[in-house]
């Protein structure tokens, strides 16, 4: 078995794919956080939920809040 270091197990381009969904899912989680903050709600415990819920998906729930915040 020849282990080097010259011939990694993955692409190189893997890791750029996944760096820009990561920073993708980054912005989008931080444009939520502020537009949460910023818009008045009905009800105030919709605020604290989807707050808490872009923080712990990590921008999915973020992509989600951004397409349904009209109706809210």
Do not use: H
Not at 51 to 64: D, E, K, M, W, Y
């Amino acid at each position: 078995m020849d282990f080097t270091i010259n011939n990694p197990p993955f692409p190189e381009s893997f890791i750029s794919y996944g760096m820009m969904i990561y920073f993708a899912c980054l912005l989008i989680g931080f444009i939520a956080i502020m537009d949460i903050l910023t818009k008045n709600f009905k009800d105030k415990q919709d605020r604290l939920f989807w707050l808490v819920a872009v923080i712990l998906t990590f921008g999915f729930a973020g992509i989600f809040y951004l397409f349904q915040r009209r109706k809210l």
